[in-house]
C-alpha cells in the first residue's frame, strides 16, 4: 500500500501555489524524500535561513534520524540566489513547526507520508499569507494624506454650514432651536454605530471588504451632497419641523461616512489619523470667507443662505471623489486586502501554527480591553465638547458685537488647530502606555468647560464679562478637544493592534471608538435638551 502512495504521487503534476492577486513572488521548485515536485511561493517577510534551507545552493539531503530510526529530509535541492528578507526569528520559527509538522504526521502512519509531502506545500501557502497580512507596507507619498483631509472636510461640511447659520436661526426661530438643531444631527449617531456594525460586516461577506467600502462611501456622502441642495427647501414656510428632519438625515449620512472613513484610516501610517481628524474641523476655512462674502447673518435672505449650503453639497462631492481615489490606490487596495484576509482568517489553527504567530505576536487580551483607558477618555472628552456647543446660543456679549457667531466659529477653529498637533506634540507623561496620561488630560478639561457656564448663567458680579475672555476659553477648551481626542485615536488604535498591528484589531478598536465616540455625543445633546427647557427664552 505505501509502494502504490509513493507512485501515485510521483505521477502526480506539480501544483503551482502562487496566490492570485500578489506581488510577482519567486516560485522554487524542489523535491521532498523522492517525492512529486515541490512548489513554494516565499514572502518578503520570511527569513533569510529560512529560504537558504529550503531553496539554498543544496543538491543533497542531510538526512536526520527521527524516533523511529527513519531519515527524513531536512533540506531540498535548488539554485537560486538568495535575498534580504526581514524577520529571521519568525522565518526560523516557521522552518522549525514545518520539521516537526511534517515529523509528526509521518510517525502516525508510513502510508501518510506521501500525502504530507503535498499538505507542507499547502501549510506553507497559509504561513505564506499569514505573514503577508503582517509584513509592514510601504507608507504613501505625503501628498496622499491631503485625500484623507479632504475626504473628512467634505462630509462634515454640512453640520459646519448649518452650524455657521446660528445667529440666522435665533433670529427666526430662537435661541433654543440651535440646542434640538445639534440634537437632530448628534441623536443618530448611537444608532448608526450601532446598525453599521453589524451591516458593515454582512456588506463585507456579499460583496467583498473593497466593493463594500466603495458602495457604503457612495451611497452615504453622495446622499450628503444630495441633501444638501435640498436643505434651503425646508426653510420655507418658516416651521420647525422641515429643517429638524433634514438635519436628522444629514446626521445620519454624516456619522455613517465618518464611521467608514475611520476604519480604513487606522490600516494606514498615523499621519492619516491626523489628516482625517484635522479635515474634521476643516469645513469652517470654507465657511468663514463664504459667510462673510454672502453676509451671512440674523438678516440674511434665503437665497444667500440657499447659496451658503449649496457650497456644502460641493465640498460633499469633492470628499467623496477623494475617498474613491484612496479606495482605488495601490495603498488603499493591499491594505483592505489585508483586512479581508484578516477578517477571513477565523478557523481553528494548529498548535504548531498558534506556536509559531497568535502566542508570540497576538496580544492575549481582548480589543476592549486593551483600549479601555481610551475608550473612557474619548467618552468624556466628546460629551464635554458637544454638551457646552449649544448653549454657545445664550452668551451675551458685553461689547454689542455678534457673539454667538464669534463663539462658534472661535470653538471651530481652536478645534482645527489642535488636531495637527497631535502629530508634533507628543509628551512622554501623555502618551505613556495604558492611557493613563491621556485620560488626566481628558478630565482636566472640565473645568474650562465648568467656567463657561458660570460665566454665561452666572451673576454678574462672580465672573466680570468680557468677550475677549469667554472667546479665549472656547478657543483653548477647542483646542484641547481637537488635541486629545485625535490623539486618542491614533494611541488606541496602535495598541488594538499590538505588535504586528493586525488589521482585524484594528477595525474592531475602530468600530469600538466609533460607538463611544456617539455615545458621548448623544448623551451630552439628550442632557443639554433637558437643561435648555429649563431655561427662559430670552
Not at 27 to 37: F, L, N
Not at 107 to 132: I, N
Not at 354 to 369: I, L, Q, Y
Not at 424 to 433: D, L, R, S
Amino acid at each position: 500500500m505505501e509502494r502504490e502512495s509513493m507512485e501515485r504521487a510521483r505521477s502526480a503534476p506539480p501544483i503551482d501555489l502562487r496566490p492570485a492577486g500578489t506581488d510577482n513572488r519567486l516560485t522554487r521548485s524542489a523535491s521532498v524524500s523522492g517525492s512529486q515536485p515541490l512548489q513554494h511561493v516565499v514572502a518578503s517577510s520570511l527569513s533569510d535561513r529560512l529560504y537558504g534551507r529550503l531553496f539554498g545552493d543544496r543538491t543533497h539531503y542531510e538526512p536526520v534520524i527521527d524516533e523511529e530510526g527513519g531519515p527524513r529530509p531536512t533540506s531540498v535541492s535548488g539554485s537560486q540566489p538568495t535575498a534580504h528578507f526581514a524577520a529571521p526569528s519568525v522565518g526560523d520559527r516557521l522552518y522549525s513547526d514545518t520539521r516537526r509538522l511534517y515529523g509528526q504526521q509521518r510517525r502516525k502512519s508510513s502510508a501518510y507520508s506521501s500525502a504530507m509531502a503535498r499538505g507542507v506545500d499547502a501549510w506553507l501557502l497559509e504561513a505564506y499569507q499569514e505573514q503577508l497580512s503582517r509584513r509592514p507596507l510601504p507608507e504613501p507619498p505625503g501628498w496622499f494624506y491631503g485625500l484623507f483631509f479632504l475626504t473628512s472636510l467634505g462630509y462634515m461640511s454640512s453640520f459646519t454650514m448649518v452650524g455657521v447659520l446660528i445667529s440666522y436661526f435665533n433670529a427666526h426661530y430662537g435661541p433654543s432651536f440651535f440646542v434640538v438643531l445639534s440634537a437632530a444631527f448628534y441623536m443618530p449617531g448611537i444608532g448608526v454605530s450601532y446598525i453599521q456594525k453589524r451591516l458593515d460586516t454582512f456588506l463585507d461577506e456579499r460583496l467583498g471588504v473593497r466593493s463594500s467600502f466603495v458602495v457604503r462611501s457612495t451611497l452615504c456622502m453622495g446622499g450628503l451632497a444630495i441633501a444638501m441642495l435640498a436643505f434651503p427647501a425646508s426653510f420655507v414656510g418658516g416651521g420647525r419641523g422641515p429643517p429638524l428632519m433634514m438635519m436628522f438625515l444629514s446626521g445620519v449620512l454624516t456619522w455613517w461616512s465618518h464611521g467608514t472613513a475611520s476604519v480604513v484610516t487606522l490600516l494606514f501610517p498615523p499621519d492619516a489619523n491626523v489628516a482625517l481628524q484635522t479635515g474634521f474641523r476643516a469645513p469652517e476655512l470654507a465657511a468663514l470667507p463664504l459667510a462673510i462674502a454672502l453676509h451671512i447673518g440674523p438678516a440674511s435672505s434665503l437665497r444667500d443662505v440657499s447659496l451658503f449650503l449649496w457650497c456644502s453639497a460641493l465640498l460633499s462631492a469633492g470628499g467623496l471623489v477623494c475617498w474613491i481615489y484612496i479606495l482605488g490606490s495601490a495603498h488603499g487596495a493591499r491594505r483592505l486586502e489585508n483586512l479581508e484576509r484578516a477578517k477571513a482568517d477565523k478557523t481553528p489553527r494548529s498548535k504548531a501554527r498558534e506556536s509559531t504567530f497568535e502566542a508570540a505576536e497576538e496580544p492575549a487580551d481582548p480589543v476592549s480591553k486593551t483600549i479601555r483607558t481610551y475608550l473612557i477618555a474619548l467618552g468624556v472628552s466628546l460629551f464635554c465638547s458637544v454638551f457646552q456647543a449649544p448653549f454657545y446660543a445664550y452668551a451675551k456679549s458685553a461689547e454689542g458685537r455678534d457673539i454667538n457667531e464669534i463663539l462658534y466659529f472661535a470653538r471651530l477653529y481652536g478645534d482645527f488647530l489642535g488636531r495637527p498637533l497631535a502629530k508634533i506634540y507628543k509628551p512622554g507623561w501623555i502618551v505613556k502606555e495604558g492611557g493613563g496620561g491621556v485620560l488626566i488630560y481628558t478630565l482636566q478639561r472640565i473645568v474650562w468647560m465648568a467656567f463657561y457656564f458660570v460665566y454665561v448663567f452666572g451673576p454678574v458680579y462672580f465672573i466680570p464679562r468680557s468677550d475677549l475672555a469667554v472667546v479665549a476659553v472656547v478657543a483653548y477648551f477647542s483646542f484641547g478637544s481637537g488635541y486629545i481626542n485625535t490623539l486618542t485615536i491614533e494611541l488606541a488604535g496602535a495598541e488594538a493592534g499590538g505588535p504586528t498591528q493586525n488589521a482585524a484589531r484594528k477595525e474592531e478598536a475602530s468600530h469600538l471608538l466609533n460607538l463611544i465616540f456617539q455615545c458621548g455625543m448623544t448623551a451630552a445633546t439628550l442632557l443639554s435638551i433637558v437643561v435648555a427647557h429649563f431655561i427662559p427664552e430670552a
